[in-house]
T-cell receptor
Framework: GQNIDQPTEMTATEGAIVQINCTYQ??????LFWYQQHAGEAPTFLSYNVLDGLEEKGRFSSFLSRSKGYSYLLLKELQMKDSASYLC????????????FGAGTILRVKS | GAGVSQSPSNKVTEKGKDVELRCDPI?????LYWYRQRLGQGLEFLIYFQGNSAPDKSGLPSDRFSAERTGESVSTLTIQRTQQEDSAVYLC???????????????FGNGTRLTVT
């Protein structure tokens, strides 16, 4: 089966750096996505990794290690508006390239 | 419109009734997906349409669930004889290509919050 694990909740301080981890056990890995979802809103695309290494996009970076089945999302210079749920999703070739989502990590940014 | 549009935004129905949820994808997006999100949980895949190919219905939880799509436009998700466990947010997403290739991520609508009483 497919299994994607993320911490349920995290709390961090405004201006700090936070790392949200995601581990996965899937068949036929074909890319990993991070989405941000504010309460009551639609998920929005943040980043995509298919090769090992770090992808940087402004204050957000995402890392992938395929051999370890591990990814993290790094958020720098945290702002209050970053309080949201962060969803890790894996594209699985075995299932026609479906996106399988983790349960999400609720990040609370405090002042 | 510029984004994926879903209607209604909220739906309260009695157990046993049928409901129909609508999704208008972004114009030009050939791929359309339905997901379900229960409170505090991740997104559960339901069904996937890609162009004129046969839809991937492998995520539909029971035969009470069905979905249709007309060409590359509107899709409707129908739930018959609703049960309380069907209560969730139903999210629709579209993309230009299959399953969100790098240059074509999934774009989600705001969802329909279904409550079965």
């Amino acid at each position: 089966g497919q299994n994607i694990d993320q911490p349920t909740e995290m709390t961090a301080t405004e201006g700090a750096i936070v790392q949200i981890n995601c581990t996965y056990q899937t068949s036929g890995f074909n890319g990993l996505f991070w989405y941000q979802q504010h309460a009551g809103e639609a998920p929005t695309f943040l980043s995509y990794n298919v090769l090992d290494g770090l992808e940087e996009k402004g204050r957000f970076s995402s890392f992938l290690s395929r051999s370890k089945g591990y990814s993290y999302l790094l958020l720098k210079e945290l702002q209050m508006k970053d309080s949201a749920s962060y969803l890790c999703a894996v594209r699985v070739m075995e299932y026609g390239n479906k996106l399988v989502f983790g349960a999400g990590t609720i990040l609370r940014v405090k002042s | 419109g510029a984004g994926v549009s879903q209607s209604p935004s909220n739906k309260v129905t009695e157990k046993g009734k049928d409901v129909e949820l609508r999704c208008d994808p972004i114009s030009g997006h050939t791929a359309l997906y339905w997901y379900r999100q229960r409170l505090g949980q991740g997104l559960e895949f339901l069904i996937y349409f890609q162009g004129n190919s046969a839809p991937d219905k492998s995520g539909l939880p029971s035969d009470r669930f069905s979905a249709e799509r007309t060409g590359e436009s509107v899709s409707t998700l129908t739930i018959q004889r609703t049960q309380q466990e069907d209560s969730a947010v139903y999210l629709c997403a579209s993309s230009q290509a299959t399953w969100g290739e790098r240059n074509s991520p999934l774009h989600f609508g705001n969802g329909t919050r279904l409550t079965v009483t």
